[in-house]
């Protein structure tokens, strides 16, 4: 029969965390820590410690230990563990409102050779998995090896707390679970508020009877003694007859932590009942912890990389926006980034006057209800989301198949007016563990289901779920769209218009000053040269003084011509042409080598494919990457300077490459800047204008240039230029 809802969250607030007893594989005992004595214990701590020991009103006698355990507990330091050898036991301390709770077990055998080399290989495989099913694939399979239990299951909470078996490594003893969902109820909320105090849990035999504490009351609190961090623990009865009617007589969990929360567990059965020692329990948690490390790090990185994935999304939605006179044309306009931003496959900007909508969604007036709706209900941060929006919109089954899923965020607090994103049902078949909703109730109290078959329910109403990442994506959009796009709207008009007028005004003064500068220049080099003719006299220090002079207003002569000439090449027109580029390679290098005879140089030059364009332009495009080439390997010998070429239908690729100083790929985004120098000016002469004319020239000609490098190995550039026939390409 069905319990009603009252009795299940009774069962629900068992106070699973104060048993008053203890499983019999181990003893408890808890001390005031003033005189180390002990006032409570559990009521079969003589067969392992002595009964003297038990309320003697008298300091604890375990030899050196009690000191072990006085400066521990002075330490500060969360947990206790040592071992007593003349009494064959381990010692387990922790603290609990003031008071010292010790535990005791038989100390297990030596720890099996080869347990550690196995750690180690483990901790190897699994860092060669990179995702998360792989992870926790060879965790359950390595826990099962370690423990012998007959099945180890990895257990995955969703957001509602149900529960599904991701992975599973067993001998065959016991059923699969391997997929099946369990829900919430099989495991409340007072139950995972201790798995995640109280890491690993082991109960070796169901069918144990549960040891009391005497006195039932601690004398110091007057209260029942809180276990929650007490590995004897003795569980809830329910949870008992949970394990029997799965046919699971031992059982041990390790939660799954990540970052704080409950992750998930690994849970461990056997069908006969099974004892692990303490050394392998903490070797499992640290297994655990280690897969826990490795879920949070894949999970982190899969997020990051769809989070700078949707970013550049909101950037080219950001530069259709203000490349339109109205944002929510340009908006609309990209269409298909603006269903990328979140995933979705529909989507409505619904302002005050208009209702644009994308892709697959509801109808007007059924969006303009969502919009009542959320104007009601939106979210205070202005950003909502929900999966399963029938939950919340009752009419929202209406058009479920377009809209169960919604993520939408407000563009304006003055009028109503949003961006909906959305999702259609997708039909599930979840299988369940055993039917979730059946209870049965005998004299008053709930017992737990004895099925854990194959159940199948159909889902429906239910949407594909919205990510952290999505979510913030959309937010971003919203900052983006009222911070900038609504409220600078004219702002940005006005500052477009501005820097156009101050570009032309630029372009112009700066082929003024280049060109009425060259003169002067001209005359310093001039009439330093005069001075040191004229006066033959001149001591040693006075010629180095104009031999500076000379050479500063040579480099300066030098960087107003590469000024002029990428001033000049905003105007030049471009008469394209077939060019011969083996013939123009072969004329540069000879040019560039004119004042480098004494290089040794290893020139590796390929047959180069014709090319189309201004065969001027082209020359100093060779010109400036092989003067570069040569320049930046004058520390090599030999210098090895290699160029070749492919052709397609499409264009004619040419590469350059070297084996001299190289540079950082991390700036590589400055290579191509006007007076961008990678390398100090002491160690390489030129004005840093070079590269940037290239690109500049590589650009008029619709094509492309690419630099890659490392530090002290060289460096390679690309450039593409494209075939007459490509289309929709044109040289400016």
């Given at each position: 029969?069905?319990?009603?809802?009252?009795?299940?969250?009774?069962?629900?607030?068992e106070?699973?965390?104060?048993?008053?007893?203890?499983?019999?594989?181990g003893?408890?005992?808890?001390?005031?820590?003033?005189?180390?004595?002990?006032?409570?214990?559990?009521?079969?701590?003589?067969?392992?410690?002595?009964?003297?020991?038990?309320?003697?009103?008298?300091?604890?006698?375990?030899?050196?230990?009690?000191?072990?355990?006085?400066?521990?507990?002075?330490?500060?330091?969360?947990?206790?563990?040592?071992?007593?050898?003349?009494r064959g036991?381990?010692?387990?301390?922790?603290?609990?409102?003031?008071?010292?709770?010790?535990e005791?077990?038989?100390?297990?055998?030596?720890?099996?050779?080869?347990?550690?080399?196995g750690?180690?290989?483990?901790?190897?495989?699994?860092?060669?998995?990179?995702?998360?099913?792989?992870?926790?694939?060879?965790?359950?399979?390595?826990?099962?090896?370690?423990?012998?239990?007959?099945?180890?299951?990895?257990?995955?909470?969703?957001?509602a707390?149900?529960?599904?078996?991701?992975?599973?490594?067993?001998?065959?003893?016991?059923?699969?679970?391997?997929?099946?969902?369990?829900?919430?109820?099989?495991?409340?909320?007072?139950?995972?508020?201790?798995?995640?105090?109280?890491?690993?849990?082991?109960i070796?035999?169901?069918?144990?009877?549960?040891v009391?504490?005497?006195?039932?009351?601690?004398?110091?609190?007057?209260?029942?003694?809180?276990?929650?961090?007490?590995?004897?623990?003795?569980?809830?009865?329910?949870?008992?007859?949970?394990?029997?009617?799965?046919?699971?007589?031992?059982?041990m969990?390790?939660?799954?932590?990540?970052?704080?929360?409950?992750?998930?567990?690994?849970?461990?059965?056997?069908?006969?009942?099974?004892?692990?020692?303490?050394?392998?329990?903490?070797?499992?948690?640290?297994?655990?912890?280690?897969?826990?490390?490795?879920?949070?790090?894949?999970?982190?990185?899969?997020?990051?990389?769809?989070?700078?994935?949707?970013?550049?999304?909101?950037?080219?939605?950001?530069?259709?926006?203000?490349?339109?006179?109205?944002?929510?044309?340009?908006?609309?306009?990209?269409?298909?980034?603006?269903?990328?931003?979140?995933?979705?496959?529909?989507?409505?900007?619904?302002?005050?006057?208009?209702?644009?909508?994308?892709g697959?969604?509801?109808?007007?007036?059924?969006?303009?209800?969502?919009?009542?709706?959320?104007?009601?209900?939106?979210?205070?941060d202005?950003?909502?989301?929900?999966?399963?929006?029938?939950?919340?919109?009752?009419?929202?089954?209406?058009?479920?198949?377009?809209?169960?899923?919604?993520?939408?965020?407000?563009?304006?607090?003055?009028?109503?007016?949003?961006?909906?994103?959305?999702?259609?049902?997708?039909?599930r078949?979840?299988?369940?563990?055993?039917?979730?909703h059946?209870?049965?109730?005998?004299?008053?109290?709930?017992?737990?289901?004895?099925?854990?078959?194959?159940?199948?329910?159909?889902?429906?109403?239910?949407?594909?779920?919205?990510?952290?990442?999505?979510?913030?994506?959309?937010?971003?959009?919203?900052?983006?769209?009222?911070?900038?796009?609504?409220r600078?709207?004219?702002?940005?008009?006005?500052?477009?218009?501005?820097?156009?007028?101050?570009?032309?005004?630029?372009?112009?003064?700066?082929?003024?000053?280049?060109?009425d500068?060259?003169?002067?220049?001209?005359?310093?080099?001039?009439?330093?040269?005069?001075?040191?003719?004229?006066?033959?006299?001149?001591?040693?220090?006075?010629?180095?003084?104009?031999?500076?002079i000379s050479?500063?207003?040579?480099?300066?002569?030098?960087?107003?011509?590469?000024?002029?000439?990428?001033?000049?090449?905003?105007?030049?027109?471009?008469?394209?042409?077939?060019?011969?580029?083996?013939?123009?390679?072969?004329?540069v290098?000879?040019?560039?080598?004119?004042?480098?005879?004494?290089?040794k140089?290893?020139?590796?030059?390929?047959?180069?494919?014709?090319?189309w364009?201004?065969?001027?332009?082209?020359?100093?495009?060779?010109?400036?990457?092989?003067d570069?080439?040569?320049?930046?390997?004058?520390?090599?010998?030999?210098?090895?300077?290699?160029?070749?070429?492919?052709?397609?239908?499409?264009?004619?690729?040419?590469?350059?490459?070297?084996?001299?100083?190289?540079?950082?790929?991390?700036?590589?985004?400055?290579?191509?800047?006007?007076?961008?120098?990678?390398?100090?000016?002491?160690d390489?002469?030129?004005?840093?204008?070079?590269?940037?004319?290239?690109?500049?020239?590589?650009?008029?000609?619709?094509?492309?240039?690419?630099a890659?490098?490392?530090?002290?190995?060289?460096?390679?550039?690309?450039?593409?230029?494209?075939?007459?026939?490509?289309?929709?390409?044109?040289?400016?």
């Amino acid at each position: 029969m069905v319990q009603p809802e009252s009795d299940l969250e009774g069962c629900a607030r068992e106070p699973i965390h104060i048993p008053g007893a203890i499983q019999p594989h181990g003893a408890l005992f808890v001390l005031r820590p003033s005189d180390m004595t002990v006032i409570q214990a559990s009521a079969n701590t003589g067969n392992l410690l002595g009964s003297s020991l038990i309320l003697s009103d008298k300091p604890l006698n375990l030899g050196p230990s009690v000191e072990r355990i006085r400066e521990w507990y002075e330490s500060g330091e969360p947990a206790l563990q040592i071992a007593i050898p003349d009494r064959g036991l381990i010692l387990i301390a922790h603290r609990s409102n003031g008071l010292i709770i010790g535990e005791v077990e038989e100390a297990e055998e030596a720890t099996p050779s080869g347990i550690f080399s196995g750690l180690r290989s483990f901790i190897e495989r699994l860092a060669a998995h990179t995702d998360t099913p792989g992870s926790l694939n060879e965790t359950v399979r390595f826990v099962q090896e370690l423990t012998g239990f007959d099945r180890v299951l990895a257990y995955r909470f969703d957001d509602a707390w149900n529960g599904q078996v991701v992975a599973e490594a067993g001998n065959g003893r016991l059923p699969s679970y391997l997929d099946l969902r369990f829900p919430a109820s099989d495991i409340p909320a007072q139950a995972r508020a201790l798995y995640a105090t109280n890491r690993v849990r082991l109960i070796p035999d169901a069918r144990y009877e549960p040891v009391p504490l005497e006195p039932a009351l601690n004398p110091e609190t007057n209260e029942p003694l809180d276990l929650s961090s007490a590995q004897l623990r003795s569980v809830s009865p329910v949870h008992l007859e949970y394990m029997r009617n799965m046919g699971t007589a031992a059982s041990m969990s390790i939660s799954i932590m990540i970052d704080g929360h409950l992750w998930g567990l690994v849970s461990c059965h056997s069908a006969q009942p099974h004892k692990v020692s303490s050394t392998l329990r903490d070797l499992c948690d640290f297994v655990v912890q280690s897969l826990a490390m490795r879920i949070a790090a894949q999970e982190r990185a899969a997020e990051a990389s769809q989070r700078v994935h949707l970013s550049q999304v909101t950037g080219r939605l950001l530069a259709s926006m203000s490349a339109s006179s109205d944002w929510v044309e340009g908006l609309a306009e990209a269409r298909d980034d603006l269903l990328r931003q979140v995933s979705a496959t529909g989507a409505a900007i619904m302002t005050d006057a208009r209702c644009i909508c994308r892709g697959s969604t509801p109808s007007e007036p059924q969006l303009q209800t969502i919009v009542h709706w959320l104007e009601q209900n939106g979210d205070a941060d202005e950003v909502f989301a929900t999966a399963s929006l029938s939950a919340q919109l009752a009419s929202a089954t209406d058009f479920a198949d377009t809209a169960s899923g919604i993520l939408a965020i407000r563009l304006s607090k003055l009028y109503p007016s949003w961006l909906i994103w959305v999702r259609p049902e997708v039909h599930r078949t979840v299988i369940w563990g055993g039917d979730p909703h059946k209870h049965v109730a005998e004299n008053g109290r709930i017992h737990p289901r004895k099925s854990f078959g194959a159940w199948q329910e159909q889902v429906r109403l239910q949407a594909l779920p919205w990510t952290a990442a999505e979510i913030a994506a959309a937010r971003d959009l919203r900052a983006a769209i009222v911070g900038i796009v609504l409220r600078r709207a004219e702002e940005l008009a006005e500052l477009t218009s501005e820097l156009q007028r101050s570009n032309k005004e630029l372009e112009a003064f700066s082929y003024s000053v280049s060109h009425d500068l060259r003169a002067p220049f001209r005359h310093i080099v001039g009439f330093a040269q005069l001075l040191r003719e004229r006066e033959g006299e001149l001591d040693e220090k006075s010629r180095h003084y104009l031999s500076n002079i000379s050479e500063s207003a040579l480099a300066a002569g030098r960087l107003v011509d590469d000024l002029l000439n990428f001033s000049h090449l905003g105007r030049t027109a471009i008469v394209p042409k077939k060019v011969d580029m083996n013939k123009l390679v072969s004329e540069v290098v000879k040019s560039v080598m004119l004042t480098q005879s004494e290089r040794k140089i290893e020139w590796r030059i390929a047959s180069l494919p014709v090319a189309w364009g201004d065969s001027t332009l082209l020359r100093q495009v060779w010109y400036n990457l092989v003067d570069n080439a040569v320049k930046y390997t004058r520390d090599q010998d030999p210098a090895v300077i290699s160029i070749d070429g492919s052709a397609d239908m499409e264009q004619r690729v040419y590469r350059i490459s070297d084996n001299g100083v190289g540079f950082d790929m991390a700036y590589v985004g400055k290579l191509f800047g006007v007076f961008q120098r990678l390398q100090r000016a002491e160690d390489f002469e030129g004005t840093g204008i070079g590269l940037a004319l290239a690109r500049r020239i590589i650009d008029r000609h619709g094509g492309s240039i690419t630099a890659t490098g490392e530090v002290g190995k060289g460096a390679e550039f690309v450039f593409a230029l494209p075939t007459p026939d490509r289309k929709g390409r044109a040289i400016a």
